[in-house]
């Protein structure tokens, strides 16, 4: 069996076997090194067993384990397996919970275990048991995919090791990193005196954080724009299949003053972490330079196809128009449509478009595609960059100046604002940080930044399609401004809210174990609201499970629905509340957040004590 996959906690594992590696006991564990069929030993001990490499021979994994089993020295053989999507080994141990339909006695229980040769090991309730393979059971996860089936049964999961995932990223040390606020943002510029506001970033730290690297290599941002500088040390050396449709070449069309937008855009996505200078959102990513931009819908079907047929997963497009003369025809739109369905492979490539910086009441043209993701703009205050074009088509904003720039790569040609002179050509406050990079900004800056985005969620679950790439981001963002103008989850300025990395990167590694089926909720409204006015909060349909932080018990429902307004418009977080009746009254639990993982209870408890709102971090299970 190549590949299995078996009930692994709230989820499924979907399991490949190693081609090479195995899991040996022995009687004398220092007898199989420098055995005549052990190449290597890997792990000395992982779930009680040596996880070895076998000589290389005729025979595959199969037959070479069922030979290695008669040895004498060897007590036990198994496989071992690796999780989709992961370089790390796994092996069962031997032991199984299971756990029984509630309607059966222990009689029929012993039955299943006789049929499959197992061992009780411990009852931990009337149904559930932890049972263990014997020498004439077949392998654990066998016993599970077929206990699974057995209508008396109601979960079978083999217990599994692995080897541990230790946190220990460590944040990039380009030389400009503490100046790049959108990454993470400290309340300051770091040589200037000009505050900002703590927090008000995309939370791409995080996400590297929670992935234990930068992204992977696999994915292909295309970045659809005019004047690239290939040479520049950010940008170099990761080049993949560029093209010029003016040119008509490989060759891309430079030392032109009036073209040099594409190279910082490209180096807020896609910067390489290479010690110098800035890093992007996804530095390890491909980057698919396309130039030779235009309005015509030849050229919108060429760029498109071009970049569906080469391999973009994602296409950033930091440009558009309001103008009536160069709107999408039916052409144009069937080509943006197609891209976003047909490409990678059926699954769609994820496409944005910038809002524009018109400050209009409507946004660009391309911007207001269904299938596209339309970036707006906000500042490092969380505030609404008064440039950003506004209105129903908004999905998400992301940081960018307004109040303080972004800091961006520079075309070695690029000649800057020559309206100035000097270093104010480039740099909003006259202070230079090196002659390779500018102060950038709008929603040209912006639209990169969620592209990057968009490559670390396809590096975490490279099976998303382009439709939930979209829904994530919407899901996942922080509300900002004022929860007034949200109608439906939804505002005309900021979208569905600032973009978080974090959260957006945590949902589909979620989705990639767990499946594509989010935690339903439902609205739950007060029958008579506060008097400050409405508000609206989120019960769980079901009894929550996970970790969140507990702020407290009241009495009094309007100062519960205060304090869940309060904790949202700050974190971005759900609220989940839970009467309990107590000497004759109804007081109410409320819980901030929902989240697998304690760490990350953990993370949300921290932010808000430094806001000045005490929590304690709680197991949901235990609060209902």
């Not at 696999?218 to 690239?228: L, P, R, S, T, W």
Request: proline residues 5%; hydrophobic residues 35%.
């Amino acid at each position: 069996m190549a590949k299995l996959t078996i009930k692994s906690g709230k989820g499924e594992l979907r399991l490949r076997k190693s081609s090479s590696l195995v899991g040996l006991k022995a009687k004398n564990p220092e007898q199989v090194e420098g055995t005549d069929f052990v190449s290597e030993k890997v792990f000395e001990n992982m779930g009680g067993f040596q996880v070895v490499s076998l000589q290389k021979g005729e025979m595959g994994v199969d037959e070479q384990l069922d030979e290695v089993r008669k040895k004498d020295e060897i007590l036990l053989g198994s496989h071992v397996y690796y999780a989709e999507g992961s370089k790390n080994p796994i092996i069962a141990t031997g032991e199984i919970l299971i756990e029984f339909q509630e309607e059966t006695d222990e009689s029929e229980q012993q039955l299943v275990l006789d049929e499959f040769y197992l061992e009780m090991v411990e009852r931990r309730t009337d149904y559930q048991i932890i049972a263990k393979v014997t020498a004439k059971s077949p392998n654990p996860f066998k016993v599970a995919q077929f206990l699974q089936k057995i209508s008396l049964v109601k979960l079978a999961e083999p217990d599994l090791d692995t080897p541990l995932d230790h946190y220990d990223f460590r944040p990039p040390n380009d030389t400009l990193l503490a100046h790049q606020w959108h990454l993470r943002n400290t309340g300051r510029i770091v040589d200037t005196n000009y505050p900002t506001k703590w927090g008000a970033d995309a939370k791409v730290i995080d996400a590297w954080a929670r992935m234990g690297n930068m992204g992977s290599s696999e994915v292909v941002v295309a970045i659809v724009d005019n004047g690239f500088d290939l040479s520049h040390p950010d940008l170099a050396g990761k080049i993949y299949k560029p093209y010029d449709f003016w040119t008509r070449s490989s060759q891309l069309y430079t030392n032109d003053p009036r073209f040099a937008h594409g190279t910082p855009c490209a180096s807020l996505a896609l910067a390489s972490s290479n010690g110098t200078g800035i890093v992007g959102v996804a530095p390890n990513a491909k980057f698919m330079p396309v130039s030779g931009t235009s309005f015509s819908w030849r050229a919108t079907e060429e760029i498109f196809d071009y970049c569906t047929q080469n391999g973009a997963d994602i296409i950033s497009c930091s440009w558009g128009t309001i103008d009536q003369a160069n709107s999408l025809n039916s052409l144009k739109e069937q080509a943006i449509t197609k891209a976003a369905k047909q490409g990678r492979n059926g699954k769609g490539c994820i496409i944005l478009f910038a809002v524009g910086n018109d400050d209009k009441d409507y946004v660009s043209y391309y911007a207001a595609h269904p299938d596209v993701i339309a970036v707006g703009a906000c500042t490092s205050k969380d505030e609404f960059a008064r440039y950003s074009n506004r209105g129903r088509q908004v999905s998400i904003c992301a940081p960018s100046n307004g109040d303080w720039p972004l800091i961006a790569a520079r075309s070695w040609w690029d000649q800057g604002d020559t309206r100035f002179q000097g270093n104010q050509r480039f740099w909003a406050d006259g202070r230079s940080r090196g002659d390779k990079y500018m102060h950038f900004g709008g929603t040209s800056g912006a639209t990169p930044i969620v592209a990057g985005i968009c490559a670390l969620m396809l590096s975490v679950n490279p099976d998303l399609t382009a439709k939930e790439v979209k829904q994530i981001l919407k899901d996942t963002a922080d509300k900002i401004g004022s929860p007034g103008e949200y109608i439906n989850g939804h505002s005309s300025r900021y979208g569905y809210g600032r973009v978080n990395a974090d959260r957006a990167v945590a949902e589909a590694i979620r989705r990639r174990t767990q499946g594509t089926t989010p935690s339903p909720v439902v609205s739950a409204e007060p029958s008579s609201p506060p008097p400050s006015g409405f508000f609206k909060v989120e019960a769980s349909e079901e009894k929550p499970k996970g970790w969140g932080v507990q702020i407290g018990a009241f009495s009094d429902y309007n100062n519960v629905l205060a304090l869940s307004e309060r904790i949202k418009r700050l974190f971005g977080v759900s609220i989940l509340i839970s009467p309990v009746a107590s000497a004759g009254k109804t007081i109410y639990k409320v819980v901030a957040g929902s989240f697998p993982r304690s760490s990350e209870a953990i993370s949300l408890q921290d932010k808000m004590h430094q806001s000045g709102i005490n929590g304690f971090v709680r197991n949901l299970e235990d609060i209902a």
